[in-house]
């Protein structure tokens, strides 16, 4: 078992930055891909980005390329998603989700664990 903590979410204006965390307990993070993904209301929960057990190898939605970093510390047992220029679009709840393997997952249907989410809010 594999648990997930989310932090850092909260009211940004446009344009404007935030960096949310995800905090991992239970067995060996080095070993689970991890991936952020988000949930605006009345939508489909969707893909923002993932990244290998290692931190080599990075993917992103193409609506967040460029805008989004995700990264990870082992050490730490800590995967961050630092978000720049935020659009009103951007609104939703972030998740973080791991699955165990050396690749890149984009499904939610691929990931087994999952956190409980924090908002973030991006004023026009």
């Known amino acids: 078992q594999v648990q997930l903590v989310e932090s850092g979410g909260g009211l940004v204006q446009a344009g404007g930055s935030l960096r949310l965390s995800c905090a991992a307990s239970?067995?060996?993070?080095?070993?689970?891909?991890m991936g952020w993904f988000r949930q605006a209301p009345g939508k489909e929960r969707e893909f923002v980005a993932a990244i290998s057990w290692s931190g080599g190898t990075t993917f992103y939605a193409d609506s967040v390329k460029g805008r989004f970093t995700i990264s990870r510390d082992n050490a730490k047992s800590t995967v961050y998603l630092q978000m720049n220029n935020l659009k009103p679009e951007d609104t939703a709840v972030y998740y973080c989700?791991?699955?165990?393997?050396?690749?890149?997952?984009?499904?939610?249907?691929?990931?087994?664990?999952w956190g409980q989410g924090t908002q973030v809010t991006v004023s026009s």
């Open positions: 239970g067995r060996p993070f080095s070993m689970y891909a």
């Open positions: 989700a791991a699955e165990y393997g050396s690749s890149l997952y984009q499904s939610t249907s691929d990931y087994d664990y």
